[in-house]
DNA sequence: ATGACAATCAGAGATTGA
């Protein structure tokens, strides 16, 4: 199975490119982040035609979710749990039915700057939500992974120039420190359960040409249960959607399990 | 020190992003 998360920073902007890619590295399950659109405006029809299940949290201008699946999807939930005043779109999951029944969940964390400040508290009190839920569902001990835009730098070598993101909400010590808690446990970061060294990321900004300075930082992750983490055969970014015809300023990053 | 770039909503320019 092919799952891939993808961060698309707008579903009109960037449908065509979505589309095309669809077509092009058919994902068996798709993870979107920042749809940028509201459920009824979100573009169901097309992508139900190219065969695949469509699952949205959306919301107006910003942030919004989404699970595009070929295989069926049940028991969806929207909304990370723990704050009910919380009206930010942010994370749905959903179980895939292929041979074995798969929970996925997909998350767009807090961008958190400025930090310090009250969108950084935010980015916070999300990554203790996170880690709440997490520990609810590895429970299970079953196969499940959590995917998507962290807007964490885990490590300086997943950043071009670590330097420059010392003092932001992607990279300081207390994000890093709450990304850990996550991992410790029990995860497996997928990306770097295969690959180590330098000159890995999945985000470019569009200013100051990032891309082709290769200025770049590695935000989108896989973290797979144990379960799940014994399933995974490979786990790639699709570096060069970054390159096509108005990008996103994010690229897919893919997992591939054995189930 | 600032802006560079893109998307959204709205219908100009502010806000958000990372």
């Known amino acids: 199975m092919k799952i891939a998360t993808f961060n698309i920073n707008g ?10 890619w669809l077509q092009d590295s058919a994902p068996d399950v798709a993870l979107l982040q920042e749809i940028k659109s509201v459920d009824e405006a979100f ?15 959306g919301q107006k201008s910003f942030n919004g979710v989404a699970i595009l699946s070929k295989l069926p ?16 779109a942010r994370w749905i999951e959903a179980t895939v039915i292929g041979k074995t029944a ?39 001990e079953e196969p499940f992974l959590m995917a998507g835009d962290y807007n964490v730098i885990p490590q300086d070598e997943d950043a071009a120039t670590p330097e420059v993101w010392h003092s932001d909400a ?16 029990g995860f497996t970061e997928a ?22 300075r290769n200025n770049g930082i590695r935000i989108d992750h896989f973290l797979l249960s ?30 591939e399990l054995d189930n």
């Open 11 to 20: 579903v009109k902007a960037r449908f065509e490119t979505l589309v095309q």
């Open 73 to 88: 999807l049940e028991d969806v939930v929207r909304g990370l749990p723990g704050d009910d005043d919380d009206e930010q």
């Open 191 to 212: 990306f770097r359960a295969q690959t180590q060294g330098p000159e890995h990321y999945s985000f470019w900004d569009y200013q100051a040409g990032a891309w082709q």
């Open 102 to 140: 798969l929970r996925i969940c997909g998350l767009y964390l807090p961008n958190g700057n400025p930090a310090p400040g009250p969108k950084y508290l935010y980015k916070l009190a999300w990554m203790e939500r996170l880690h709440a839920r997490a520990i609810e569902l590895l429970a299970a």
């Open 170 to 185: 992607l990279a300081m010590p207390q994000t890093r420190q709450a990304f850990r808690q996550l991992l410790n446990l």
């Open 43 to 57: 573009p169901r029809d097309e992508i139900e035609a190219l065969g695949y299940q469509v699952e949205t949290h």
């Open 226 to 255: 144990p379960e799940c983490a014994d399933l995974m055969t490979k786990c790639e970014i699709q570096a060069e959607m970054r390159g096509r015809e108005k990008p996103s300023d994010h690229v897919p990053v893919w997992l």
